[in-house]
């Protein structure tokens, strides 16, 4: 099998620049499906941890799109509708639930917009959701006016449990002082970055008393989701409550489907990519056949069957399209944070813990699908040079 | 080889190319017998048949007519035809080539494609090749690419090539035409070597001064043997 590689590598060798360029097409469109694959992988693994952060199996928010409140809960922000606190007692009410919390949220944004300061108002069954929520210094609001912050947002302001900081938006917030009673322990989570104060702290300062921006719950039997849903779908009808009640799991599903229709049109794409590289590989090798004709009329003179020249014209088929293919995954994997920064740009909504990383079942799978571009895209020239004639050849025909 | 040392015999072999709808006679009739050992050449002028005699002995094309038996196989006669496998494994197992234009492989270097041969056989053989390279002068050229060769270099690389399967035939067309007369006597005469080893080689040829050193002269003219 030595004397096959050999002379298949060097005969691809021949041509540096041209085969170059081949494997090039082939490489670009192994690492689009790469990265593809990846993406959605990554994708849906980071929003599922995102989600599960939540520590919740149900989200209510106001009415208006779910989906949009969705990212707001996710990321924290300012969200434009609220809904009245007494809808919190109507859900506390509800039978299933093993725990639930109300949560109101404003954003300072400073300096432009370059800086924005996120405040989310919580109760005390808040951390219970949370799983873990510990402390690097200090400790759960001692007092009306305090506050704990996520490590970043500490670390942002430079500030440690003791100091002050000051809650103020021009006219719409007047300047509060604020003491810090503790700073939490790195989450990778949204919490990082946010400031959080008593619920009815932040209502008052951000004048939205008696309104909440999301309820979370967190029920005692995950099997009974779509029961505790309908009776809580039935509460908020009858009290005419205008709660807008998804499954964290019916969310999950919603922006995984919608992400898989916009994969089928990036994967035909992809597709399109894969078949203009196959028929790169296909003119190249077809030309090098034509250009190898003699050679090949006396390698069959020499004893080489048919099967013989085909298995060697498909072997530099096959080496062309894998060293394409492991080209593309190496091309992936070096531009995979390029790619999560556009993504990150170009998409309206992506995980925190998003990344394009490598897993062995895409690398396989990649390898397989040049491994197949190779076999697809060499049959024809290998069948060509099978059907040489020696005698033609020699003569210097085809 | 048959028991009393035929290598290939032809019975009024023949060769009939087809052009549209005509066709074209190249060999009409052509008797030859080779055995173990003998060096004969094949003398005529251009386009008299040499190539196609060489061609139908060395299994590299089908005759239209007549017997022809290669190494106690029939290749044509009776009624019956080779397979095309059959003959692959003919020229594999037992016929050597050597064609004027030497046709060796650009990439490779003279050790490797003395080897070429042997690929088809799933098969190495270094020492073998070095060995070959050895006789035929190249000692110092085992790493040299064809291009770092002279044409006379290139063509012992290739009559190298042509004795790695440790043929039985060795057929020769026009091996000398592209070299200098001193360089054309030293191929010709590691032809001889070779034929005195127990080689049956069959050199076809248009110079008459090389047909004078053979042990049997076979003059082809108009695709008839006219002259043994």
Excluded at chain 1, 212 to 233: F, Q
Aim: charged residues 20%.
């Amino acid at each position: 099998m030595s004397g096959w590689l050999r002379i298949a590598s060097k005969n691809i060798l021949r041509r540096p620049v041209r085969s170059i360029l081949t494997l090039a097409g082939v490489a670009l469109a192994v690492a689009m499906l790469f990265n593809l694959l990846q993406f959605q992988r990554g994708y849906e693994r980071g929003l599922r941890g995102e989600l599960g952060d939540l520590g919740a199996h149900i989200m209510i928010v106001p009415r208006g799109c779910p989906y949009e409140a969705a990212t707001i809960v996710l990321h924290g922000g300012k969200w434009p509708r609220y809904m009245e606190q007494d809808w919190y007692d109507i859900v506390r009410e509800t039978e299933g639930i093993a725990a639930s919390t109300g949560i109101i949220m404003d954003a300072v944004i400073r300096e432009g917009g370059a800086e924005n300061l996120i405040y989310m108002g919580i109760d005390d069954d808040y951390p219970s959701l949370r799983g873990q929520w510990e402390y690097s210094a200090g400790e759960w609001f001692d007092g009306e006016d305090t506050a704990i912050l996520g490590v970043t947002a500490a670390d942002r302001m430079g500030v440690a449990p003791g100091d002050s900081i000051t809650i103020e938006d021009g006219s719409r917030v007047p300047a509060t002082p604020v003491r810090v009673s503790g700073v939490l322990r790195r989450t990778n989570t949204q919490d990082d970055g946010l400031i959080f104060l008593p619920q009815q702290t932040l209502q008052r300062i951000f004048g939205l008393e008696e309104k909440l921006v999301v309820i979370l719950v967190k029920l005692e039997d995950v099997t009974r989701t779509e029961e505790v849903a309908s009776a809580l779908r039935q509460t908020s009808a009858d009290a005419d409550a205008g709660m807008n009640i998804f499954p964290l799991s019916e969310l999950l599903s919603t922006l995984t489907s919608l992400l898989s229709s916009t994969r089928v049109f990036v994967l035909a794409i992809v597709v399109v990519a894969l078949l203009v590289g196959g028929v790169g590989v296909l003119t190249t090798i077809l030309m090098a056949v034509y250009e190898r004709t003699r050679e090949i009329g006396m390698m069959k003179a020499m004893g080489a069957g048919r099967l013989d020249v085909f298995r060697l014209i498909w072997l530099e088929t096959l080496i062309t399209t894998l060293a394409g293919g492991v080209a593309g995954i190496a091309l992936a994997l070096v531009s995979a944070r390029g790619m999560v920064a556009l993504l990150r740009l170009v998409l309206p909504h992506t995980p925190t813990e998003f990344a394009l990383g490598f897993s062995p079942d895409t690398f396989w799978l990649c390898l397989a699908v040049s491994a197949v571009l190779g076999v697809a895209a060499g049959t024809y020239p290998a069948w060509r040079a099978a059907s040489i004639s020696p005698i033609e050849a020699i003569r210097g025909g085809v | 080889m048959s028991r009393n040392g035929q290598v290939a015999v032809a019975r009024g072999l023949e060769k009939v190319y087809r052009v549209g709808r005509r066709g074209s006679p190249a060999l009409c009739g052509v008797d030859l017998e080779l055995r173990a050992g003998q060096f004969a050449v094949l003398l005529g002028p251009s386009g008299a048949g040499k190539t196609t005699t060489l061609n139908l002995i060395g299994c590299l094309d089908r005759p239209t007519g007549g017997e022809l038996t290669v190494v106690g196989h029939s290749v044509h006669g009776n009624g019956s035809a080779m397979s095309e496998g059959a003959m692959d494994a003919l020229r594999r197992d037992h016929i050597g080539f050597v064609f004027s234009d030497f046709y060796l492989l650009p990439t490779l270097t003279a050790l490797e494609n003395v080897q070429v041969p042997l690929i088809w056989r799933d098969e190495a053989a270094p020492d073998r090749a070095r060995e070959l390279l050895q006789r035929v002068g190249l000692k110092h050229r085992l790493s040299h690419r064809p291009d770092e060769l002279s044409g006379g270099e290139m063509q012992r690389v290739a009559m190298a090539r042509a004795l790695i399967n440790r043929p039985t035939l060795l057929l020769a067309d026009e091996p000398t035409a592209n070299l200098d007369t001193r360089t054309r006597d030293e191929v010709f005469e590691l032809l001889r070597a070779l034929s005195r080893d127990g080689l049956a080689v069959l050199l076809a040829t248009h110079d008459t001064e090389l047909a004078e050193r053979a042990d049997t002269v076979l003059c082809i003219r108009d695709g008839i043997i006219v002259e043994d």
